[in-house]
């Protein structure tokens, strides 16, 4: 079973940018997606970014177009959420997600997603 740990969220102000981590304990080869979601207090938990394999398609939610960015390390089986120009409404905690690949028009659903890290808190406040 592979394990994902998240990490990397903190206080940061409005426009400021921030890195996400997510290490898979073990290599993941293949057909697969990676994701992160987040999650406001009150709110469901929604879909902020993918990446799938082969060929390292993306998406992204409307709202951060542009701001984030979502990669991989391969050496280190890290996968990163690059998050700029931050605003605050990108507070959440933040969720890394993984599993079988999936078409683009279901990488949005948490529900087809096997692997799920703890979550990072990023706030965004001045």
């Known amino acids: 079973q592979v394990q994902l740990e998240d990490s990397g969220g903190r206080l940061v102000q409005p426009g400021d940018s921030l890195r996400l981590s997510c290490a898979a304990s073990?290599?993941?080869?293949?057909?697969?997606?990676m994701a992160w979601f987040r999650q406001a207090p009150g709110k469901e938990r929604e879909f902020v970014a993918s990446?799938?394999?082969?060929?390292?398609?993306?998406d992204y939610r409307d709202s951060v177009k542009g701001r984030f960015a979502i990669s991989r390390d391969s050496a280190k089986n890290t996968w990163y959420l690059q998050m700029n120009n931050l605003k605050p409404e990108d507070t959440a905690a933040y969720y890394c997600a993984g599993g079988p690949r999936l078409i683009r028009s279901s990488v949005g659903s948490s529900q087809y997603y096997s692997y799920w890290g703890q979550g990072t808190q990023v706030t965004v406040s001045s």
């Open positions: 990446i799938t394999y082969p060929g390292s398609a993306q």
């Open positions: 073990e290599r993941i080869f293949g057909r697969y997606t």
